[in-house]
């Protein structure tokens, strides 16, 4: 890749901070400086969230109510209002949408924006990122930490490293600067087994990576061997990635071989159902319908589709739905080479009336549990994290 033919690109990361905890401290000001944490009800919640006056303790996302509170006990725990977080969202993304037309919705309360070009117009990108934090602020009411740099992976640690409240920019000659002294786990891809492999490497830190070249890396790491070179090494050509209007919301996977094991194909039909479901949460919508697709040895492709009784982003919701659809077609009979699950007829969440009297404790857990997956996936990628409940 010749870099000096390519233009500099400016890229934005919004992140808000502690976002459902900032939301529930700005709409009941009692609860400002005071330890927050959101979660689960009940006796078995995961935190979906937690204020800063809670992290001081040690508390954190995905962490287990009950050892939040052995941690932290002045804790105040509040349960998940999704609805209330995605209209906020919504309001958000407005602000996004006012900066640039290149924005990439990562999740609720995340995004990239690509401002490359902006200059003349809304002044350069660090007052593009200046005024989009002063608008959340004045217009919210809540902090948003924002990075700014020449990729969307220096954007995303440069927005870590301002956290809470702050902004941080990474021109590309301070790039070594920045990353070179940071933790290996701060880079996309390496999780806790890699970071263990790493280390035991005597490679703690980014700058001990460089040592290595991509073959070495490639033998250890396989496909995201290169990826982590490249990485290392400030390297990220992604584009920002407009996702606008989706239609419909699909994931599928075709297999090595063949699969015969009715067993073994509802464990990925549950697995890219929970795809399908988190990505529903990220774009804030409901599925009216879901499908599931066959294609079988032979390459002939079949779909079956239902109505859900009520729009759902939920994993307990569909998979059922999805269960009922694959035993429609030939699955253990015939031979399948791919498998897909599509969620259609989206629906904005806004215009779903909540039940009254719906048994919200359970609801609620559901939902912590949803976004706890969630956010473990896009730190982690996917651990094959299973509910075993749902798993024949
Ligand atoms: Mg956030």
């Known amino acids: ?61 995905a962490m287990s109510l009950a050892k939040a509170l052995q941690l932290c006990p002045k804790a105040i725990v509040l349960p998940v209002r999704m609805e209330r977080y995605r209209a906020v969202s919504r309001e958000i993304f407005a602000i996004f949408d006012k900066f640039s037309d290149r924005v990439e919705p990562l999740s609720i309360d995340e995004a990239f924006l690509d401002v490359t070009g902006c200059d003349r117009l809304l002044g350069g990108p660090l007052e593009i990122a200046r005024n989009i934090r002063k608008n959340i602020r004045n217009e919210l009411g809540l902090p948003a930490s924002a990075g700014i740099a020449p990729n ?90 407009v996702e606008n209007t989706v239609k419909s919301i699909g994931q599928e996977e075709t297999f090595p071989a063949d699969l015969f094991n009715v067993d073994t194909l509802q464990m990925h039909l549950l697995r890219l159902t929970e795809k399908v479901a988190s990505r529903l949460r990220k774009n804030a919508v409901l599925a009216e319908t879901l499908t599931v697709k066959v294609k079988y040895s032979d390459f002939q492709q079949v779909t079956r589709s239902k109505t859900i009784e009520k729009p759902s982003d939920s994993v307990p919701d569909m998979y059922p739905v999805a269960k009922g659809l694959f035993f429609k077609t030939e699955a253990g009979r015939r031979g399948i080479r791919l498998l897909g699950v599509i969620a259609g007829n989206l629906v904005p969440c806004e215009t779903v009336q909540m039940t009254l009297f719906e048994d919200s404790q359970e609801k609620c857990k559901r939902k912590a549990l949803d976004e706890a997956v969630d956010r473990i996936r896009d730190k982690y990628g996917d651990p094959g994290i299973k509910r075993g409940s749902l798993v024949d």
């Not at 233009?7 to 919004?14: D, K």
């Not at 009941?28 to 303790?57: H, K, M, W």
């Open 1 to 61: 890749m010749n870099k000096k033919a390519q233009a500099i690109r400016q890229i934005i990361h919004v992140d808000m901070d502690a976002f459902y905890a900032s939301v529930e401290q700005q709409d009941n000001p009692i609860l400002r400086n005071q330890p927050v944490i959101v979660g689960g009800c009940g006796d078995r919640g995961v935190v979906c969230a937690c204020s800063y006056e809670t992290r001081a303790f040690g508390v954190k996302s």
């Open 152 to 241: 969307k992976y220096l954007a995303k640690l440069a927005s870590q490293a301002a956290k809470p409240d702050g902004l941080k920019m990474v021109l590309s000659e301070e790039v070594d600067d920045f990353i070179l002294p940071l933790p290996i786990d701060a880079l996309w891809g390496v999780g806790k087994k890699g970071k263990i492999q790493l280390n035991a490497l005597g490679i703690n830190t980014i700058g001990d990576l460089r040592r290595l070249r991509s073959e070495q890396l490639i033998r250890l790491f396989g496909v995201n061997g290169k990826r982590l070179y490249e990485l290392a090494w400030g390297i990220d050509e992604r584009p920002v990635v």
